[in-house]
């Protein structure tokens, strides 16, 4: 699919902001559900799937529709008023693939280059163990709260990996397919969000080829492969920001608010 017909398929934002709304009533049936389940039911990651919803953030050379952190929030907000666990896993596997634009070309063309409607989960603090091999890396580790892994084809594992200046070790994000990790189903029963399915990810010697790992401090500035936006300062400054999403909390909806207020004035988009 080229960039072009990309953008002539995608949706209007308001379109896009009514798939969000036209969810609410289904997973508000299954919010019970979601919640005793310790995770997000299959037939609403399904449904968030046929939405397209996750395509928000997604680079437009993979038929993205790069609509902006604003329209994000609007989602997320909208899904949140009846579960909130449901609203954070799909806001991440929305904001992943913002994060997987900003791995080098090859990674993402293993990312969507034969499916657009992968999903990515992920345990961002880097406390995996990467042994530097011939091409990249042995990873191995357990990385905890890795929300919305059980819908996931792909996980965001943090590890400490010497690509810094001089070959220092810096934190950094690598890129594991499923087929390379296991979900430990017994490590996430909390009290509240028990539904976002934030199982430790199990990973052991699995390799890391170096395109599959980028530093933090990269990913803040880095060429926007595929993007028409190559420029998203206020996205990349906040984006950490965007995960205190609780929108049934009075405290949260304002910060929310707050976030979006701030992004479409940057952006030059009317209040």
Same mark, same amino acid.
């Given at each position: 699919?080229?960039?072009?017909?990309?953008?002539?398929?995608?949706?209007?934002?308001?379109?896009? @902001?009514?798939?969000?709304?036209?969810?609410?009533?289904?997973?508000?049936?299954?919010?019970?559900?979601?919640?005793?389940?310790?995770?997000?039911?299959?037939?609403?990651?399904?449904?968030?799937?046929?939405?397209?919803?996750?395509?928000?953030?997604?680079?437009?050379?993979?038929?993205?529709?790069?609509?902006?952190? %604003?329209? &994000?929030?609007?989602?997320?907000?909208?899904?949140?008023?009846?579960?909130?666990? %449901?609203?954070?896993?799909?806001? =991440? #596997?929305?904001?992943?693939?913002? &994060?997987?634009?900003?791995?080098?070309?090859?990674?993402?063309?293993?990312?969507?280059?034969?499916? %657009?409607?992968?999903?990515?989960?992920?345990? #961002?603090?880097? @406390?995996?163990?990467?042994?530097?091999?011939?091409?990249?890396?042995?990873?191995?580790?357990?990385?905890?709260?890795?929300? !919305?892994?059980?819908?996931?084809?792909?996980?965001?594992?943090?590890?400490? &990996?010497? @690509?810094?200046?001089?070959? /220092?070790?810096?934190?950094?994000?690598? &890129?594991?397919?499923?087929?390379?990790?296991?979900?430990?189903?017994?490590?996430?029963?909390?009290?509240? =969000?028990? !539904?976002?399915?934030?199982?430790?990810?199990?990973?052991?010697?699995?390799?890391?080829?170096?395109?599959?790992?980028?530093?933090?401090?990269?990913? /803040?500035?880095?060429? /926007?492969?595929?993007?028409?936006?190559?420029?998203?300062?206020?996205? %990349?400054?906040?984006?950490?920001?965007?995960?205190?999403?609780?929108?049934?909390?009075?405290?949260?909806?304002?910060?929310?608010?707050?976030?979006?207020?701030? #992004?479409?004035?940057?952006?030059?988009?009317?209040?």
């Amino acid at each position: 699919m080229s960039i072009a017909t990309a953008f002539a398929e995608a949706p209007t934002y308001e379109d896009l @902001i009514a798939r969000g709304h036209a969810l609410v009533p289904d997973f508000a049936d299954r919010a019970a559900r979601c919640e005793s389940d310790c995770r997000v039911p299959d037939e609403s990651v399904e449904q968030f799937r046929e939405t397209g919803l996750h395509k928000t953030l997604l680079p437009a050379a993979y038929g993205g529709y790069e609509m902006g952190f %604003s329209a &994000l929030l609007e989602t997320s907000f909208s899904i949140g008023k009846v579960c909130a666990s %449901s609203a954070w896993v799909c806001g =991440l #596997y929305m904001v992943h693939n913002w &994060l997987g634009g900003l791995f080098p070309k090859k990674a993402q063309d293993e990312l969507w280059g034969r499916d %657009s409607d992968t999903f990515i989960s992920g345990s #961002y603090a880097p @406390i995996g163990k990467a042994t530097s091999v011939e091409g990249g890396y042995l990873l191995s580790g357990r990385f905890p709260f890795s929300s !919305g892994s059980p819908g996931a084809a792909w996980n965001l594992c943090g590890a400490m &990996l010497p @690509i810094g200046p001089e070959g /220092r070790p810096v934190p950094a994000f690598t &890129l594991v397919p499923k087929a390379d990790y296991k979900i430990d189903w017994e490590s996430w029963r909390p009290v509240g =969000l028990g !539904g976002t399915g934030s199982f430790d990810v199990i990973v052991e010697n699995a390799f890391v080829p170096d395109y599959r790992g980028s530093a933090i401090f990269r990913c /803040r500035r880095q060429h /926007r492969t595929g993007r028409r936006i190559e420029q998203e300062p206020t996205l %990349s400054r906040i984006i950490v920001d965007w995960g205190g999403l609780c929108p049934r909390d009075a405290r949260s909806r304002g910060r929310l608010w707050l976030i979006g207020t701030v #992004y479409r004035r940057e952006q030059g988009a009317p209040d």
